[in-house]
């Protein structure tokens, strides 16, 4: 069963920086296009960005030229670097996984940003 671990969430100012990680474990082949996600309150989950296996990126239009996604097979982690953070940026983000053609999630990370 593959597992979706989180960090990097927490409280930062408007203009400000953090750095998701997502580990995941309990595989035995190579995942697929990793990639976060997030839903604030009262809104459907969106897609943030992804990345397949070969580094082929994705990004939602709203976050363009602030987040950065990359990942480490290997370590089978993947990372969002969030720089210039907006108040809209708040919200649960969660890091999904395409592991043989079935879709994992983790238990998300918050995101808050004071403005």
């Known amino acids: 069963q593959v597992q979706l671990v989180e960090s990097g969430g927490g409280l930062v100012q408007a203009g400000g920086s953090l750095r998701l990680s997502c580990a995941a474990s309990?595989?035995?082949?190579?995942?697929?296009?990793m990639g976060w996600y997030r839903q604030a309150p009262g809104k459907q989950r969106e897609l943030v960005a992804s990345i397949t296996r070969g580094g082929s990126t994705n990004y939602a239009d709203s976050v363009k030229g602030r987040f950065t996604i990359s990942r480490d097979n290997a370590k089978n982690t993947v990372y969002l670097q969030m720089n210039s953070l907006k108040p809209e940026d708040i919200a649960v983000y969660y890091c999904?996984?395409?592991?043989?053609?079935?879709?994992?999630w983790g238990r998300g990370t918050q995101v808050t940003v004071s403005s």
């Open positions: 999904n996984a395409d592991y043989r053609s079935r879709e994992y």
């Open positions: 309990g595989t035995t082949f190579s995942i697929n296009t």
